[in-house]
């Protein structure tokens, strides 16, 4: 497919033999666009779901923990936090390379406008206002990416604060039970 040209003894600069050849490299490139950009998108939507299990998980377990009496409760919503917190940063990292992927397929279609041209047309622009106007109706209040955001930083900070008042208001001393074999005073409590 190249050829190798020489500048100087020491280098080689690659060159096309035709025209064609360059353009069939630049539809390869274009077709693997497609794959990459779904890809991302699907790590997107993995991370949105790995969120909430762990949002779930976590609160189902501090409540057994606070309800069981254990005093360390506090410290089940600390890593969760912290893997939120990564999710988010992964998200916006991942947020980046598909939106450069199709930055990249507009390039690629040239004149042609292809589904490329379309994602970045209703994409909300970077300098889009906070609030609708007449004139940019769009904002970034509606953005999928505005709603992960808040997502994955309100949850991350909710479990936070749930570590503290969990911290600030211990569980009370009767609910705990005395020894690992006996049971809770609640649980002999008859119904």
Request: proline fraction near 8%; charged fraction near 20%.
């Amino acid at each position: 497919m190249f050829t190798r040209r020489r500048l100087s003894a020491r280098f080689t600069v690659p060159t096309l033999r035709s025209a064609t050849e360059g353009e069939k490299m630049k539809d390869k490139v274009y077709e693997e666009i497609g794959p990459n950009y779904r890809f991302f998108l699907a790590w997107r939507h993995a991370a949105f779901a790995g969120g909430l299990v762990i949002l779930w998980g976590t609160c189902s377990l501090l409540i057994s923990a606070y309800e069981k009496g254990l005093t360390i409760a506090w410290l089940i919503p600390l890593p969760a936090s912290l893997a939120l917190f990564s999710l988010w940063l992964a998200d916006r990292r991942t947020r980046q390379i598909y939106r450069s992927l199709t930055q990249a397929g507009k390039a690629l279609e040239d004149n042609n406008p292809g589904p490329h041209h379309a994602l970045t047309d209703i994409g909300i622009p970077k300098d889009a206002p906070w609030f609708p106007k007449k004139d940019k109706p769009l904002s970034k209040f509606f953005s999928q990416s505005f709603a992960l955001d808040c997502f994955f930083v309100g949850s991350a900070l909710g479990l936070l604060m749930a570590a503290f008042f969990v911290f600030d208001h211990p569980p009370s001393i009767e609910n705990r039970p005395q020894s690992i074999t006996e049971p809770c005073d609640r649980a002999k409590a008859p119904r």
